[in-house]
């Protein structure tokens, strides 16, 4: 797993991004109802990745608003709102809330394993029962649409196991990047309610981070007034992107 990047290749690949988003039109659009947020429709800009990318790439362009689902990679466009925010959390700086560190406590027991991701039955299976216990009926639980949502990837990643015993409890995919993870998505055994197996592996993942020297674990977008992404500022303190492309203190940009 290799997060380290020299200077020169981080100034080509962002100079790579700029040309790229400076000549082209990207595809945009409503994607419908927004999902976070009631009374909104959602809108963003895209395009889909066909071949490999490369890391360095892939981290200017979450630099740059970008997040990625399999092999599409969009960004936020809605005319009328402007919440949904990059979020980032600098490891080094990273401080457990009281909460944060009894969910760690909690979890002593948990066995994590990291590696390549892999598909197997038990992974599907526990998806599947992850989105049953949801209810939102949003997402395809099919093997097709799984394999293809999280495991057809064009950047380099990797599959954090989190089990109980012997048992699968959790599993977060990952996105390596130099200096940096970024989270994909995270699903779990919903009867291990107790255990705030979500806040666990984000803890999990950001001191692995901080034990490698990882300098920043990407958290997605942040919706302050969504129920379901607001958790994310509890993860501090914690960067957002600001609509000029710089990242600041997210207590600087509420404050404005």
Known sequence: MMFSMDTEHSRAAEEFVSRFLDGVSLPSGDDGPCPYLPDQTACSEGFIVS??????????LLDRGFRR?????????????????????????FRRTRSQRRVWHKNADVRVEIGQAA???????????????????TMSGARQAFEGFLYHSPVPGAEVCYYVGNRLV????????????????????????????????VLWEIEHCRSRGVAYYYLGF???????????ARFGPAEVLTLGGRWVPLAEAQAD
């Open 222 to 232: 942040y919706v302050r007034d969504a129920k379901t992404m607001a958790y994310k």
């Open 69 to 93: 689902s399999g092999p599409v990679f969009y960004r936020p466009t809605c005319p009328s709102c402007r919440q949904c925010v990059s979020l980032r959390v600098p490891t080094g700086t």
């Open 51 to 60: 071949e490999t990318m490369d890391g360095a790439v892939h981290l200017a």
């Open 119 to 137: 598909v197997t039955d038990e992974k599907h299976e526990l998806f599947v029962r992850y989105l049953e216990s949801q209810h939102d009926g």
């Open 170 to 201: 959790g599993v977060s995919l990952v996105d390596v990047l130099p200096e940096a993870l970024s989270s994909v998505y995270m699903f779990f055994d919903l009867e291990e309610g107790a255990r705030s197996l979500g806040t666990f592996s």
